[in-house]
């Protein structure tokens, strides 16, 4: 009997070692990945390559990750892809990680937070706004001191993306008063200086530069580094140092450039590119608005698309390489209207969801009030509940009434004053609200001492076309020129129809050399028109008029009567040409 007590007690104790070293390095080994994992997180915008190495370790450990350890590594990776610019890939795998409930609430809190960061990026401010908002309802589960800085981070990072400085500016100032890690003061103070910049708060010698410079060098954020000496570099442009810009940005090339941060390197190059022309070192602008150029293949519409396209269209005219020039000038034309047009979306989006937010407080008013009339009503009769219920309806179909008024109201006033604006045939504007229009341009370009140039042209021969032909192909003729011409306007120039067969634009900030390219580009597209589906064939051409500030002042009827008297000539010598008000 004691024999066997002492062989059931030794086959308990191997049973216990056994089941002591087959969990152990199991254990040891997750607690390994954990700590592989917090490094690489903490390291993530600091050191890019070792960052990249630590990934690639864990990726070799895919298949020994838990639930949660496998959720942290997606997140880190998605972080990497959208680091390098590969914004699509990231947003899928940050969405994988949101379609699992089961994560837990501080991974899909900062899946939320990157997803805004990438939108802002991406341009897709509806996108952030709503991952911005959802963050914010989870942020009452977060008890990461840490994550919660992060929120302000990110919503600093994003109100700056779109165009709101003002609260850019205000969670970056809260996130350097909560946080007492440099490298968290190192962020709040670049997005203070990217705010402040933005709403011309800042001055070259202003000292937020120093210390932002030296606390992101002793956290060694080269990232950050890299808009802090861009931004600087900028203002220097803005206050006509060119070469201090080119002396600044040179010195920071290799820290710039080893980021390997799309954004920034773009702007880094736009930025040289156009220092360097300013100072008329051509061939030096040209290398780097290329490279530019390439860095924004993958960011969409962007400002460093704007400048790098503007200075090699400028460096192809000053060349006299006319077609170079027009080339560059489309490609400009087009990054800054898509440039703007992406200031307004923000704007629009911005806009868009105080209005949902509005809406929501409503909605929570509304149902609250419905709750207390809903417990109102148990202390009433049948009777006085129908009653009740009757003066709902009432209410309902007053306000349904109302609303149907105020919107035929409304749409009322809009037709009459497309109407009154407009003209009947082609839709442009009419002479007496382009000439509105473009006086109130003038003002502008007179306070901002922009250049300004008025186009006038005129149909050859429309006369005949209407005997020859009729009427009705006359109007279709009128019709195509301005459906040809609205392409073609920018979106700040006014294209009107001021007379039977004559138009108008006046073009902002625009020098006449540029006007030129412009009313040449016009009567090109007006010869190409086909004219098939009148029935008929003949050719459309047109005799252009080309005047501005220099020549002719700031007076809208000396500029439109110059271009006239440049359009007779055109008329004289031969129609369907371009002349300069000399």
Same mark, same amino acid.
């Given at each position: 009997?004691?024999?066997?007590? $002492? ?28 700590k ?57 795998? !940050?969405?994988? $990680? ?14 939320? =937070? ?16 709503k ?7 989870? %942020? ?5 001191t ?28 809260? =996130?350097?008063?909560?946080v ?18 933005? %709403? ?37 442009i ?14 920071q090339?290799?820290?710039?450039e ?5 954004p ?23 290398? !780097? ?12 519409s ?12 400028l460096?192809?005219?000053k ?76 209410l309902?179909?007053?306000?349904t ?24 045939l ?12 473009a ?25 005949? $076309?209407? &005997? ?21 306007v920018?979106?700040v &120039? ?6 039977g ?12 050399? &540029? ?6 580009? !016009? ?32 007076? %809208?009827?000396k %500029? ?7 359009? !007779? ?14």
């Amino acid at each position: 009997m004691i024999r066997v007590k $002492i062989k059931m007690k030794k086959l308990i104790s191997m049973i216990s070692i056994f089941i002591f070293t087959a969990f152990l390095p199991f254990n040891l080994n997750a607690d390994y990945i954990d700590k592989l994992l917090t490094q690489a997180d903490n390291i993530r915008s600091s050191d890019p390559s070792e960052f990249h190495n630590l990934l690639t370790k864990l990726a070799q450990k895919k298949t020994e990750l838990t639930l949660e350890q496998k959720a942290y590594y997606q997140y880190l990776y998605a972080y990497k892809l959208s680091f390098i610019g590969d914004f699509k890939q990231a947003v899928d795998v !940050y969405n994988a $990680i949101l379609a699992n409930q089961q994560h837990s609430a501080s991974i899909r809190f900062r899946t939320h =937070l990157s997803l805004v960061n990438i939108f802002a990026i991406a341009k897709n401010w509806n996108e952030g706004l709503k991952h911005l908002l959802i963050s914010q309802q989870l %942020l009452p589960q977060i008890n990461q001191t840490e994550f919660k800085h992060m929120s302000m981070l990110i919503s600093a990072v994003f109100y700056n993306q779109i165009g709101q400085y003002t609260l850019g500016l205000n969670y970056a100032k809260k =996130l350097q008063a909560d946080v007492s890690k440099s490298r968290e003061q190192c962020m709040g103070k670049y997005l203070e200086i990217e705010a402040k910049f933005r %709403l011309n708060e800042l001055t070259i010698s202003d000292a937020i530069f120093d210390n932002a410079i030296a606390l992101c060098k002793e956290m060694n954020e080269s990232v950050v580094l890299a808009g802090v000496y861009t931004t600087k570099a900028n203002i220097f442009i803005n206050n006509t140092h060119y070469a201090d810009a080119i002396t600044l940005l040179s010195s920071q090339q290799s820290l710039v450039e080893a980021t390997k941060y799309p954004p920034y390197i773009a702007y880094f190059y736009s930025l040289l590119a156009q220092a360097h022309f300013s100072l008329n070192q051509t061939q030096q602008a040209q290398n !780097y608005a290329l490279n530019a150029i390439k860095f924004t293949q993958s960011l969409g519409s962007s400002e460093p698309s704007v400048i790098a396209n503007k200075v090699l269209y400028l460096i192809a005219e000053k060349n006299n390489d006319m077609s170079a020039a027009l080339s560059y000038f489309k490609q400009y034309a087009e990054a800054d209207k898509a440039y703007l047009n992406g200031i307004k979306a923000k704007h629009l989006a911005f806009q868009l969801a105080q209005h949902r937010a509005s809406e929501q407080r409503s909605h929570i008013e509304w149902l609250s009030q419905q709750n207390n009339l809903l417990l109102l009503k148990q202390k009433f009769d049948k009777v006085e509940a129908e009653n009740n219920q009757l003066f709902i309806t009432l209410l309902i179909v007053c306000i349904t009434l109302l609303s149907a008024f105020i919107y035929r109201s409304k749409t009322t006033q809009t037709k009459l004053r497309h109407l009154a604006q407009n003209d009947g045939l082609t839709g442009l504007f009419n002479r007496r609200h382009f000439t509105q229009e473009a006086n109130r341009a003038i003002n502008k370009c007179i306070k901002s001492q922009h250049p300004g140039s008025c186009i006038l042209f005129d149909l050859d021969k429309f006369k005949s $076309i209407n &005997d020859t032909y009729g009427h009705k192909t006359g109007d279709w003729v009128l019709k195509n020129v301005a459906n040809t011409c609205k392409p073609i306007v920018r979106t700040v &120039d006014i294209l009107a129809r001021i007379g039977g067969e004559e138009f108008c634009v006046f073009l902002p900030n625009c020098s006449k050399a &540029d006007a030129l390219v412009i009313a040449e580009e !016009y009567r090109h597209q007006l010869n190409q028109i086909n004219t098939a589906d009148t029935g008929f064939e003949f050719t459309i051409s047109g005799s252009f008029g080309v005047s501005d500030f220099t020549t002719s002042g700031h007076s %809208l009827e000396k %500029l439109i009567a110059d271009a006239d008297s440049a359009m !007779y000539d055109a008329k004289t010598s031969g129609r369907n040409r371009v002349c300069l008000f000399k």
